[in-house]
């Protein structure tokens, strides 16, 4: 019986040391982490130096059958992202400046102009690299054309655009204009 108390007592003093034991301990902490999405911005310029979200690029006047004209601007990444797919879209309204008196023998719509029908574009060429296009302004309206370009942040690219008045447009798009609004769409 003796013997019985005293293995009952050492288990009691087993029990009562584990509460109380303490060893070396240690803990690494890391607080503040954020998850935060970057962010997909394109610009275009002028002249490469100053951007903005919106801007009108040029304006191309006088032009006359058999003449083309080369427009240029830039683009720009300024965002954090990798953009890898750039895309223009131009939508065109055509108008008439005023009714010359030869056009009005040919021309029975004084409401609604004719250029675009004629006006052809005939290639964008980005950093030096052209792509054909050769498809009427009115063809092309609404249609989205891929760019053969892929920008970094901070990168820009210089895109030139060629427009051609036909020879054998005629005098129905004598003082006659076409309205191009350029919609430029990147993504990732
Ligand atoms: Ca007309
Ligand atoms: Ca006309």
New binding site residues.
């Given amino acids: 019986m003796k013997h019985l108390a005293i293995v009952s007592a050492i288990l009691a003093m087993l029990a009562l040391s584990g509460v109380a034991r303490s060893y070396f301990t240690d803990t690494a902490l890391s607080e503040g982490n954020t998850i935060t999405t970057g962010e997909l911005d394109v610009a275009i310029s002028k002249d490469g130096k100053r951007f903005y979200n919106e801007l009108k690029l040029f304006e191309v006047e006088n032009l006359l059958p058999g003449e083309n004209r080369t427009v240029t601007f830039y683009v720009k990444n300024r965002g954090t992202v990798d953009m890898g797919r750039l895309t223009l879209t131009l939508n065109v309204r055509n108008y008439?400046v005023k009714m010359s008196p030869a056009e009005k023998e040919v021309?029975?719509?004084?409401?609604?102009?004719?250029l675009g029908k004629w006006l052809t574009l005939r290639a964008i060429t980005v950093n030096g690299r052209k792509i054909k296009v050769n498809e009427t302004l009115n063809s092309l309206s609404g249609k989205a054309i891929t760019l053969p370009q892929m920008l970094k942040p901070d990168e820009s690219a210089q895109v030139e655009m060629t427009f051609e008045l036909p020879k054998e447009a005629g005098n129905?798009c004598q003082t006659?204009g076409v309205k191009l609004t350029i919609r430029v769409d990147a993504g990732q």
């Fill in positions: 008439e021309d029975s719509t004084p409401e609604e102009g004719e129905e006659d």
